[in-house]
């Protein structure tokens, strides 16, 4: 089990020679754009937005599919009732089984606010080293324990992930088919889990006790951490390309107000 988020880090994209600093504000602000739009008239234009967005990352639609799998399932999973249990107006009717109006939309706008909130996030941490992500985190402001955490848990999973592998390897070899649903496979299942958390607490303690030997947590007297400036005069491209970008999710957010209350 590997994340590899910044798989694709190398890539040559307008996107990635976004400067990563202006990155974070700019999609970051489209991203709780997104996160407000209530109106369906405006969900073609987050999807169009979204994708040319992903198609100037060149970013490989494999990459997208495959990280989207598992949420979007989940995602379907949560809004499947919607349609039946929500609004008024009836669409179809079947026995007890009624689809309403308003419960499909209110569907359609959960999912699709989803997976462009989706797909804008591995578009931002996708296209640079994730090292670099955490370091424009940090220069925006964000604390330092905050980041630190975010980091060792990025490289934590990394490393529970081997750890699993392994696992499953050891026990297919032994003749463990996951396939067969029974109560020793339970058993073997419980007991992989026990010792995965097991293995985990003992390496997070070997981690922290290695990490507190070599001063983490201490500060040397007199020295302060300068924090890079956001406006760079320098970076006009990339301090343009942010402001267009926010200047479309205000320009989204102004719109939705203005068809709510219209």
Not at 59 to 82: E, H, N
Not at 123 to 141: D, M, N, W, Y
Not at 162 to 186: C, P, Q, T, W
Not at 195 to 217: F, K, P, W
Request: glycine share 6%.
């Amino acid at each position: 089990m590997k994340l590899a988020i910044d798989r694709y880090a190398y890539l040559d994209s307008p996107i990635h020679h976004w400067q990563q600093n202006y990155k974070i504000v700019g999609l970051i602000g489209l991203i709780f754009s997104f996160a407000f739009i209530n109106n369906l008239i405006l969900l073609p234009i987050i999807i169009i937005i979204t994708g040319i967005i992903f198609f100037l990352s060149r970013l490989p639609f494999s990459y997208l599919v495959s990280r989207l799998r598992y949420p979007g399932w989940f995602i379907l999973a949560v809004v499947f009732l919607l349609p039946f249990m929500v609004g008024e107006t009836v669409l179809f009717q079947w026995g007890e089984l009624t689809l309403k109006l308003e419960g499909c939309q209110t569907a359609a706008v959960i999912v699709v606010r989803f997976f462009c909130i989706l797909t804008i996030s591995l578009v931002l941490f996708g296209t640079a080293p994730f090292l670099s992500s955490i370091k424009g985190l940090r220069s925006l402001g964000l604390p330092q324990v905050i980041v630190d955490m975010t980091l060792l848990a990025y490289r934590y999973l990394e490393e529970v992930g081997d750890m699993v592998n392994s696992m499953e390897i050891a026990i297919k070899l032994r003749g463990f088919d996951k396939h067969r649903f029974k109560y020793r496979n339970l058993q073997v299942l419980a007991r992989l889990i026990g010792s995965l958390l097991v293995r985990s607490y003992e390496r997070s303690t070997r981690i922290y006790q290695a990490m507190i030997l070599r001063g983490y947590g201490y500060k040397i007297p007199g020295k302060k951490r300068v924090k890079k400036l956001l406006i760079n005069p320098e970076n006009y491209q990339d301090l343009l390309a942010t402001v267009l970008i926010l200047s479309i999710a205000i320009s989204l957010l102004g719109l939705d107000l203005f068809l709510t209350i219209r």
